[in-house]
C-alpha cells in the first residue's frame, strides 16, 4: 500500500459546480497536510496548508481534514475553467525546518468546461 | 521579481551520456532540493541541501550527483548510471517553516 493515494482522474466538471478532491493515506502519525496546484508544464505552487483535523477555508477553496478516517479533502466551489490543473496532496509528521519528510501524493487531473 | 530559475526547459541525452540541469534562486532561501515527477507517481526527493557546501541523499539518489557551492544554485547531473532518466524534474527551495517554491521544471528524455 503506498503511503499516500489520490484517484489520478481525469475529473471533469461543468464551470460552477463544486468540485471535491480526496487523499487517503497510511501513516496515522501525519499531522501537517498541503493541498498543491500545478498547472500543465508548470512547478507546484502551495493552495492551503492545514494543521491536524479540522476546516480551513481560502476564498473558494475549502481543505479538510479526518485523521480518525485518514482521509484529506480539498474543495472548490463555483470552480472555473482556470481551475483546471493537477492537484496534489503533501503531508508530513511534523513541521520540521525542511521538507525532506514531506511525501506527496501522485496528483489527480481536473478539467473544468466551460 | 523573486523565484527560482530551471534551464534549460527541455532536455534530450543520449546513451551514456551526463546532462546538468541547472537551478537558480534568488529568494535568499536556505534549503534547496530536487524532485523527480513521473506519471501516476508522487514527486520523489532526489537530494536535497540545508546548507552551502552541504547535501543528502533522498529516496532516489542513485545514478545522480548535486552540488551546492553557492547559496543562490544547485544544479543537478543526471549521470550515466541512470538508467531511466525520463522524467519531470522539479527543483524547489524553502525556508525553516516556510513554504516551498517550485521552479517550471526540466523535462528530460532520452535520445
Known amino acids: 500500500q503506498k503511503e499516500v493515494e489520490q484517484d489520478p482522474g481525469p475529473l471533469s466538471v461543468p464551470e460552477g459546480a463544486i468540485v471535491s478532491l480526496n487523499c487517503t493515506y497510511s501513516n496515522s502519525a501525519f499531522q501537517y497536510f498541503m493541498w498543491y496546484r500545478q498547472y500543465s508544464r508548470k512547478g507546484p505552487e502551495l493552495l492551503m496548508y492545514t494543521y491536524s483535523s479540522g476546516n480551513k477555508e481560502d476564498g473558494r477553496f475549502t481543505a479538510q481534514v479526518d485523521k480518525s478516517s485518514k482521509y484529506i479533502s480539498l474543495f472548490i466551489r463555483d470552480s472555473q475553467p482556470s481551475d483546471s490543473a493537477t492537484y496534489l496532496c503533501?503531508?508530513?509528521?511534523?513541521?520540521?525546518?525542511?521538507?525532506?519528510?514531506?511525501?506527496f501524493g501522485p496528483g489527480t487531473s481536473l478539467s473544468v468546461i466551460p | 521579481d523573486g523565484g527560482i530559475t530551471q534551464s534549460p526547459k527541455y532536455l534530450f541525452r543520449k546513451e551514456g551520456q551526463n546532462v546538468t540541469l541547472s537551478c537558480e534562486q534568488n529568494?535568499?532561501?536556505?534549503?534547496m532540493y530536487w524532485y523527480r515527477q513521473d506519471p501516476g507517481q508522487g514527486l520523489r526527493l532526489i537530494y536535497y541541501s540545508q546548507i552551502v557546501n552541504d547535501f543528502q541523499k533522498g529516496d532516489i539518489a542513485e545514478g545522480y550527483s548535486v552540488s551546492r557551492e553557492k547559496k543562490e544554485s544547485f544544479p543537478l547531473t543526471v549521470t550515466s548510471a541512470q538508467k531511466n532518466p525520463t522524467a519531470f524534474y522539479l527543483c524547489?527551495?524553502?525556508?525553516?517553516?516556510?513554504?516551498?517554491?517550485f521552479g517550471a521544471g526540466t523535462r528530460l528524455s532520452v535520445l
Open positions: 524547489a527551495s524553502s525556508i525553516a517553516y516556510g513554504s516551498l517554491y
Open positions: 503533501a503531508m508530513s509528521d511534523s513541521r520540521e525546518t525542511s521538507y525532506d519528510k514531506v511525501i
Open positions: 529568494l535568499n532561501h536556505d534549503a
